[in-house]
Structure formats: C-alpha cells, structure tokens
C-alpha cells in the first residue's frame, strides 16, 4: 500500500535504466502496483521495458456483490499483465490456500501471469515443516488443469520478510531444487516453473544470491519504493 500518481518518477527512473541497459527479452522487470495506479502508469509508460501487475484480486471471475472488491477481469482490463496471489499479508488477512486456488483460476482464465506466493513461518521453519508446508501450498492451490505456462513461483519465508534476516544460500539453493521438483511431481509436467525469491531483498545482499542459478528472479518489497534502491539491486545482481 504504497504510492500515488508522483510516484511515477520513480517508475520512469528505473524504465528509463533499464530501456537502456537490458537488453535481452527473456529480462523481465514487472511493477506490481496499487490498483489506483496501473492505468495511468500503463499509459504513462513510452519505451516499455516495465511490465505491470496487481497485488491481489477477488476470487470470483466478474462483476458480482463484493463491495469495495476487484476481480481478475477489471485488473486485466486497466493494464495488468501479472498478478501476485497468495502473499504473506493476505494469507494472514484470511486467504486460504482454497480461496488463492479460485483466485489464480479466474487470473488465469483472464490471461493474466500469476506470481503465486509460498513459504514457511518461523516456527514451521524451526520445526522442520518447511517443505511440507510449502508442498501444501503447491497442492491445494493449483490444478493439473490450470496453464501452468503462467504461474511463477515466488518463495516467501515470511521469517525474512523486512526482517533482514535471509536463509544461508546453500539451503536456499536446496529449497528452490526441491519446489521444482515437488511442483513436477504434484502436477504430473515436466514444465520446470520458474521461481523467484522474496525476503529482505536489497542492494546490499543482492550479491549473494548471485551464487545460485537455482533462482529465476526476486520479488522485491519494501526496496521497490526507491528507483535508487531497485536500480542498485540490479547493477550490484550483475556485477
């Protein structure tokens, strides 16, 4: 919950970086903003190196009596292109991991990317549940039905979120293996998603998550406010 329509300086900063820096398609950068914001920043957007998302949705498809509520449909029709489901926050504000399945359903069916959220409490860390919490989450929130083509995996340990505190890489590394793997075997594909990691990511720490080519990307939060902040991130990940 963050921004308003001054912030695009900041979007402008880091497009304008990386018009002219990246260069290779298979590069993405996706701002997944306030839903205040996404049509005009969609239209403010000239040389496009930024996608645009949401940050969550309504779980039922259309219109429908859900005051102060947003479904897929009108997120999809302001601009968005990706949405992230299943976030930490909205887990604890009551989302299920049934109502996230109804969600990336109607995302999906509306052509929309979803980034789906997963990962560990600290007390399911210390308990060793990691990896049976995050096959739980995979299980029961996507179908063998769904296109899977578009749903990236985003690994959240909620105990790293703003905390500073982020998971040795060897152990991360053996993490992202086994969500791989485990959404392989839950899904009967051989499609290997692609898996980004969030947790108290910042231009300071970006270097060591060099180290692995198990991750495909970062979910950034409280980094993403500062165009100085993100762009740094970048340059210091590819150094």
Not at 128 to 155: D, H, P
Not at 213 to 237: H, M, R, T, V, W
Request: proline letters at 2%; glycine letters at 8%.
């Amino acid at each position: 919950m963050f921004g308003d329509f001054g912030s695009f300086k900041i979007i402008n900063k880091i497009n304008l970086y990386a018009s002219k820096t990246i260069k290779s398609n298979k590069k993405k950068i996706v701002l997944c903003v306030p839903n205040t914001l996404i049509h005009f920043f969609k239209n403010k957007i000239r040389a496009k190196r930024i996608f645009l998302g949401a940050q969550n949705c309504h779980y039922h498809e259309s219109y429908g009596a859900f005051t102060g509520s947003v479904s897929a449909s009108m997120l999809k029709n302001i601009g968005a292109e990706y949405i992230i489901l299943g976030h930490s926050e909205n887990r604890i504000e009551g989302d299920t991991n049934q109502m996230i399945k109804k969600k990336i359903r109607s995302s999906l069916n509306k052509k929309l990317n979803v980034i789906f959220c997963i990962g560990e409490t600290h007390k399911e860390k210390k308990m060793g549940r990691t990896f049976f919490v995050l096959r739980k989450q995979i299980k029961e929130s996507i179908e063998k039905k769904f296109n899977l083509n578009k749903i990236i995996i985003a690994y959240e340990p909620i105990w790293s979120i703003g905390s500073n505190k982020i998971p040795k890489i060897s152990e991360l590394k053996k993490i992202i293996k086994v969500i791989k793997k485990d959404f392989k075997k839950i899904l009967k594909t051989k499609k290997e998603p692609k898996v980004l990691y969030g947790g108290s990511v910042n231009p300071k720490n970006i270097g060591l998550f060099s180290l692995s080519n198990e991750i495909d990307g970062f979910l950034i939060g409280g980094a993403s406010q500062s165009s100085k902040k993100f762009i740094d991130i970048i340059k210091n990940y590819y150094k």
